[in-house]
């Protein structure tokens, strides 16, 4: 298997620019995770989708912030319009369902907002 | 008062020396995870354990539930294990999303 996939790995772009993240997760893993990490707050919880179903999303910062998962391979977030806070690495996991479970990790996007 | 808390943050070591990196935990949980970043930022699942005790390798991690605390041993360290070491705790009654320590940077140095 390929791992949880990424893209793109670089991102950047101009304040009050749309940029959209992408993740295919780990086949047959039904669980999938936004994380952001900054240097100030280290990893934290954006989102998380169980069976393409959103089931947590507090961690979103604000309506900036949005994610989707139309099927069981895909899933974005989207930050409109981005701002230079928004300025971090973004890491996508996937797991099997269920709190037991090992979280298998992207490469991660590293997002530069000028 | 952040809900998991990692010792130390920082930590250089000479190769050889045996390491202890400790993470306490103030929520009721379900499982804990050590994860491991390299230095180019990937993210690596080390253990995932909610009691006793595992091994892998070098490596060991012990938990003790009721005093809500964790350490990861490296025995007989390497350059190689230069990197963030990342406890991390699932609550109990989520569904898998995880809190997270702010990691310790540990450098080898041969």
């Known amino acids: 298997d390929a791992g949880v996939i990424q893209s793109p790995r670089h991102e950047v772009t101009e304040m009050g620019q749309e940029v959209t993240l992408r993740c295919k997760p780990i086949s047959g893993h039904n669980s999938l995770f936004w994380y952001r990490q900054t240097m100030m707050r280290g990893l934290e919880l954006l989102i998380y989708?169980?069976?393409?179903?959103?089931?947590?999303d507090s961690g979103m910062p604000e309506d900036r912030f949005s994610a989707k998962m139309p099927n069981a391979s895909f899933s974005t977030l989207k930050i409109q319009p981005s701002e230079p806070r928004d300025s971090a690495v973004y890491f996508c996991?996937?797991?099997?369902?269920?709190?037991?479970?090992?979280?298998?990790f992207g490469p991660g996007t590293r997002l530069t907002v000028t | 008062k952040n809900e998991v808390e990692q010792s130390p943050q920082n930590l250089t070591a000479q190769e050889g020396e045996f390491i202890t990196i400790n993470c306490s935990y103030s929520v009721g949980i379900s499982a804990l995870h050590w994860l491991q970043q390299h230095p180019g930022g990937g993210i690596v699942s080390l253990f995932m354990l909610s009691s006793g005790k595992k091994k892998h390798g070098r490596l060991i991690a012990t938990i003790n539930i009721q005093e809500k605390h964790s350490s990861l041993h490296i025995t007989a360290s390497h350059p190689r294990d230069s990197a963030v070491y990342i406890c991390a705790v699932t609550v109990r009654g989520s569904q898998g999303n995880l809190i997270f320590g702010k990691g310790t940077k540990l450098s080898v140095k041969p």
């Open positions: 996991a996937s797991s099997l369902q269920g709190a037991y479970m090992e979280q298998y």
């Open positions: 989708f169980n069976n393409n179903v959103p089931i947590d």
